[in-house]
């Protein structure tokens, strides 16, 4: 029906495995891509421009910003980050579904630039789970553990802001179920309306 693909906005707290299900996912199906970020940073060895990130200079960004040309951005650590808008437009109107794997903070931003996207947020089975997850990395202290334990209490505060929420007890679990809120998104009759008016309400 509608030939234009699916915004879909990941979030969820650190420790949480978005990232993996967002990676599986696109291993899985090719109905979906992953978006592409643009930065201030100097890129990385092997990092390749448009690829890895789209990489801009400080006035550059500022400029783009300005411009109204991101859907969402941030700045870390003295560098900017954002989700260039041209270049997920482009992909949605080539009918290709984006995925935004970005911070609560992003995902209210992209919401009130396009607010057609569907808003996914990534939980754990406990809140248990999560802290067990985080210390099973091994690569972080008691302290940063405890702050990463304190911010995503207050990312759950704005859960009632996305449209579901994903459990992700095990990854292949959690990608079944976002392709079939992918499916379920693409038959909302808002989103087909015009094409069936044409096609069958005349």
Same mark, same amino acid.
């Given at each position: ?8 906005v990941?979030?969820g ?13 696109l291993?899985k ?21 448009g ?20 859907? /969402?951005? %941030? $700045? ?8 260039p808008k041209?270049? @997920? =437009?482009?992909k949605?109107? *080539? ?7 970005i ?9 009130s ?24 990395r091994?690569?972080e202290?008691?302290d ?14 704005y859960?009632?802001?996305y ?8 990854? /292949?679990? %959690? $990608? ?11 038959? @909302? =009759?808002?989103?087909?309306? *015009?094409y ?7």
């Amino acid at each position: 029906m509608t030939k234009k693909g699916l915004l879909l906005v990941v979030s969820g707290p650190s420790g949480v495995g978005k990232g993996t299900i967002c990676k599986e996912y696109l291993s899985k199906y090719d109905d979906c891509a992953l978006s592409v970020s643009a930065t201030t940073r100097a890129p990385r060895e092997g990092e390749v421009d448009g690829v890895s990130y789209f990489f801009l200079s400080h006035d550059e960004f500022r400029k783009k910003i300005d411009a109204g040309g991101f859907l /969402e951005h %941030a $700045v870390f650590c003295d560098n900017y980050y954002g989700t260039p808008k041209d270049a @997920v =437009m482009e992909k949605l109107d *080539e009918g290709k579904n984006v995925i935004l794997e970005i911070e609560v903070q992003g995902a209210l931003q992209v919401r009130s630039h396009y607010p057609e996207a569907v808003f996914v947020f990534v939980i754990p089975p406990s809140m248990e789970e999560l802290e067990n997850r985080l210390r099973g990395r091994g690569t972080e202290t008691d302290d940063v553990i405890a702050k990463r334990l304190q911010r995503a209490k207050a990312e759950f505060k704005y859960i009632d802001k996305y449209n579901y929420t994903l459990t992700n007890d095990t990854v /292949e679990n %959690a $990608v079944c179920v976002l392709h079939s809120i992918i499916e379920a998104e693409k038959c @909302v =009759m808002a989103r087909n309306y *015009e094409y069936l008016k044409e096609e069958f309400i005349k």
